[in-house]
């Protein structure tokens, strides 16, 4: 028989949050690029995320299908998983006259950067595994 007690929460290891270079233009008094931090969510929170943003599409015959906004869910996703700098802050998006995480995300990163930021949450929220791979699983 096994022992169940590695699988205790008590005795799983900590899941550190990561540094990350966003982007070279944001620098301290040193003029060295600020680290972002990014955290990992749980499978419930992502469940519920991936809910938000899924929307049921109504075909020929009244067939229902649910479709993931991807757009969407990778914008929330990046948000949720961003701890600094702080998306929710009031200060920041007045300054960039916008009214929510995502849409501060979108205003701090250009497009090369957003498309690596969202590489990166993605890849510290287990989702390592290339595309290619992704495809090839799908069709065996």
């Known amino acids: 028989m096994s022992d169940l007690s590695m699988f205790l929460k008590a005795n799983a290891l900590p899941v ?20 972002w931090e990014i955290k990992v969510i749980e499978t419930d929170v ?5 809910k938000e943003c899924t929307k049921t599409i109504v075909g020929k015959r009244g067939k229902r ?3 993931l906004d991807v757009d ?3 914008a929330k996703l990046c948000a949720m998983c961003t701890v600094f700098p702080n ?14 995480a995502e849409a501060l ?7 090369g950067e ?7 949450v993605l890849e510290v929220n287990g989702y390592d595994v290339e595309m290619e791979e992704l495809v090839d699983d799908a069709k065996n």
């Open 114 to 120: 957003y498309t690596e930021y969202k590489a990166k």
């Open 46 to 50: 992502d469940e519920l995320l991936r």
């Open 16 to 35: 550190e949050n990561v540094k990350f270079i966003a982007s070279k233009r944001f620098v301290d008094a040193k003029k060295k690029p600020i680290e």
């Open 105 to 111: 995300l979108k205003k701090l990163l250009n497009s």
């Open 65 to 67: 299908t649910a479709e």
């Open 87 to 100: 998306l929710n802050s009031a200060e920041l998006q007045d300054d960039y006259g916008v009214k929510s």
């Open 72 to 74: 969407k869910y990778s």
